[in-house]
């Protein structure tokens, strides 16, 4: 059979490192610090079938389902496992193009664990794949054409010399849908440029569902955020939703092939449907509505992203969901969820709309009472802040470091055993409405008030590992093995930071005074 398009993943994404949530982050650490045969012992690859992947990332999905509807042939396309994909490529084939997220290691939370300097596992698997396809291609003298996209495509083009010297053909960035056939006919034909920017949005009508399973059962649900925070990319795209009865046709995909969990993959799931678009608060029945209709058909239902406003603005959706998923102590809701920084200025100043239907005034608040909704009703938010951000004080970083040291101490006074959550410092990167500032350097521009931030950050990471783990993972049976690694890990990584701080004469371990902020309670 010939094979006119072969499309992959880089292994950093098809890899389910053995069904242990977070743990999606690994390829972020650095070879140098993690031993290759730790990392290949947690690095588990989706199922294939004679070299085809029976689930896929879901953007592969999408750019299949989008080539089929523009007209190419199902015998035509192949989405690969990366280990497999020389078993697809023949004389015939025009395009192998790689899905991939952070091909140069110069994402935020990469850029956080190898201070850059040291090479991520993200960076060694991608560019190890490119240069076997370069390899493979010039000892047959084949001519297919390398073609790469996603939403790291902006890394490509920053180091031309190595996306030359990888021999990679064509960088896509973009959404694709609605141009994709005509994209992947121009390179073809010879007539595309290197670097492609789709700088259109497709409407949700021409956005062709998935035809095949997609990992870990993920479906889209929304488009774009409409928040407009300015370091954020998505954020800064139009919001579209998707009527229930497209998700669920991807939901039917996924379930026939006997995946029991839906991932509803949005920016903001408190934001599906929203109709406030000038104060965002939730439109509470549809975001119901939606986890009622998903898990008729499967047995657990997980957002991926949302704002703490939202949840801490309808607690019903929390308390709905929670019931509907039957969560409880041994069975969470994860979530991940932009803190950015405890500071009301700064969150007014780069993210205007992040706190509404709140004020800026009120975004300490927001974080304590939204976490404790959260916990009430067994979602555990895993939080990210931002480190070198624009405009950003000394003083913004002692107050996220305060706000973690209260959250801690607040929640566990009023929920006991049922507070959960996990805060994840990222590195700044230039992106969104503020590409032309400068990458956040870890090593130059560390300050007290920084590492106070990143030390109570891990710190706490460390008190979760020991004693949120196992509920987390409940059932897993990889927990045994893989929990002393987790506390080990971090306890190395909370060691390194104590002695970085040492080295610029700051005592981390000198108490905090907490913010003054209380918990109040909530009605639903």
Not at 494 to 523: C, F
Request: glycine share 6%; net charge neutral.
């Amino acid at each position: 059979m010939k094979t006119r398009i072969v499309l992959t993943s880089d292994p950093s994404l098809t890899s389910t490192f053995r069904n242990i949530p977070l743990l999606d982050f690994l390829p972020c650490a650095p070879v140098e610090s993690v031993p290759k045969f730790i990392y290949m012992f947690l690095d588990t690859q989706l199922p294939e079938e004679q070299g085809r992947l029976i689930q896929a990332p879901y953007a592969i999905r999408k750019v299949e389902a989008a080539l089929l509807k523009d007209g190419f042939k199902r015998e035509e396309v192949v989405v690969a496992h990366p280990g497999k994909v020389e078993k697809f490529i023949d004389k015939d084939t025009t395009i192998v193009g790689i899905n991939t997220m952070d091909p140069y290691g110069l994402g935020p939370v990469t850029l956080m664990f190898t201070r850059g300097k040291k090479t991520s596992y993200s960076k060694y698997l991608f560019t190890s794949l490119v240069k076997r396809l370069r390899d493979y291609r010039e000892r047959k003298g084949y001519d297919f054409k390398i073609v790469v996209g996603g939403q790291a495509g902006w890394q490509l083009e920053l180091k031309r010399d190595l996306t030359e010297e990888l021999g990679i053909d064509h960088v896509i960035t973009g959404e694709i849908e609605h141009v994709a056939g005509e994209i992947f006919w121009e390179i073809e034909s010879g007539s595309a440029d290197k670097f492609i920017e789709v700088k259109t949005w497709p409407k949700i009508e021409e956005i062709p569902p998935i035809v095949n399973p997609s990992y870990k059962g993920m479906v889209e649900v929304m488009r774009g955020c409409g928040r407009g925070c300015r370091f954020c990319s998505p954020n800064l795209r139009a919001a579209r939703f998707y009527p229930l009865e497209k998700i669920m046709e991807e939901v039917e995909i996924n379930a026939r092939a006997g995946q029991k969990k839906a991932w509803l993959h949005s920016e903001d799931i408190f934001n599906y449907m929203v109709e406030d678009r000038k104060n965002f608060y939730p439109n509470e029945d549809a975001v119901i509505e939606l986890f009622r209709k998903v898990l008729e058909r499967v047995e657990f239902a997980n957002p991926t992203h949302g704002t703490l406003a939202g949840a801490l603005a309808a607690p019903r959706i929390l308390k709905e969901v929670c019931e509907m998923d039957r969560a409880g102590p041994e069975r969470w809701v994860g979530i991940q969820v932009g803190l950015e920084t405890a500071s009301p200025e700064l969150i007014k100043k780069l993210a205007n709309n992040k706190m509404k239907p709140f004020s800026a005034e009120e975004w300490p608040w927001v974080v304590l009472n939204g976490t404790y909704a959260f916990n009430k009703f067994f979602w555990f938010p895993a939080y990210t802040t931002i480190v070198g951000l624009p405009w950003e004080s000394e003083e913004d970083h002692l107050d996220t470091a305060r706000l973690i040291v209260t959250m801690e101490k607040r929640l566990r006074e009023k929920l006991g055993e049922r507070a959960h959550f996990t805060v994840t410092p990222l590195a700044f990167v230039p992106m969104g409405g503020l590409k032309d500032k400068e990458f956040f350097n870890v090593e130059e521009r560390l300050n007290k008030g920084m590492i106070l931030h990143i030390y109570h950050a891990w710190r706490h990471l460390v008190k979760e590992v020991d004693k949120g783990l196992r509920r987390v993972t409940k059932g897993n049976p990889n927990f045994w093995v893989f929990a002393p690694l987790a506390k080990l890990g971090s306890r190395l990584v909370v060691r390194s930071i104590k002695k970085w701080a040492r080295k610029h004469g700051v005592d981390v371990e000198k108490p905090l005074e907490p913010m003054d902020v209380k918990i109040e309670e909530i009605e639903v």
